[in-house]
């Protein structure tokens, strides 16, 4: 897939008033400061799409993005780390959660994980609640470049033997770099592959 055409289409905190559900959705998250705004940059191939800060916790809101027309990337707020108060961060984690839950047509969340740690317990804790709501999950390692192949290898390994805990099996993985785009073609065929079988949900008025 080739992305042409990247708009921002909105900011909210309530699903009631979230753009029509009649496109495939995708939600990517992760902690704080795991390079979310970057990669999701990389991904579209336009710069300052989504807003990059030096402050983890910049995003704070649901970020709509419609691409080429034809599907919306979701930029979500990370989770951990974000410079504010804990009511905030509490009120994050309803909306957040009840987003994930209740969109209609979100196919898939992308969970960005940074390929430097060793396993954290808030990503895996938010996997395995991913896993116990059913919601299908991806997992996108990032800062790739940061490091050595081997070194990122080794800590994707641990993250998975993690993960088997909970799991029967783990979600598929990318391995990415939002400077050398490394990983972005495979994630956007994942996306365009998921799209050819979708059909538009029935919402009750």
């Known amino acids: 897939m080739l992305v042409k055409t990247a708009e921002f289409v909105m900011s909210n905190t309530d699903v009631r008033k979230l753009p029509e559900p009649s496109l495939p959705e995708y939600a990517f998250i992760g902690r704080s400061n795991?390079?979310?705004?970057?990669?999701?940059?990389?991904?579209v191939n336009k710069k300052g799409l989504a807003k990059t800060s030096q402050k983890p916790g910049k995003t704070q809101l649901i970020n709509h993005f419609i691409i080429d027309k034809s599907w919306y990337l979701v930029d979500l707020p990370g989770y951990g780390f974000?410079?504010?108060?804990?009511?905030?961060?509490?009120?994050?984690?309803?909306?957040?959660?009840?987003?994930?839950?209740?969109?209609e047509n979100l196919q898939?969340?992308?969970?960005?994980i940074d390929s430097r740690l060793e396993p954290q317990k808030i990503d895996l804790e938010f996997c395995?609640?991913?896993g116990e709501q059913g919601l299908p999950f991806l997992l996108v390692f990032?800062?790739?470049?940061?490091?050595?192949?081997?070194?990122?290898?080794?800590?994707?390994?641990?993250f998975k033997k993690s993960?088997?805990?909970?799991?029967?099996?783990v979600p598929s993985?990318?391995?990415t770099s939002a400077e050398k785009r490394q990983g972005m073609e495979e994630i956007l065929a994942t996306i365009d592959d998921i799209n050819k079988n979708f059909i538009s949900p029935i919402v009750e008025q």
Do not use: H, P
């Open 34 to 43: 795991v390079g979310k705004s970057s990669l999701i940059n990389a991904l």
């Open 108 to 112: 898939c969340i992308f969970v960005l």
């Open 128 to 130: 395995r609640w991913l």
């Open 173 to 175: 993985l990318f391995l």
């Open 142 to 158: 990032t800062k790739a470049d940061k490091q050595s192949t081997m070194k990122s290898d080794q800590n994707i390994a641990k």
């Open 163 to 169: 993960l088997l805990a909970w799991f029967e099996e």
């Open 82 to 103: 974000a410079q504010t108060s804990k009511k905030n961060r509490a009120e994050w984690e309803r909306f957040i959660r009840r987003y994930l839950t209740k969109r």
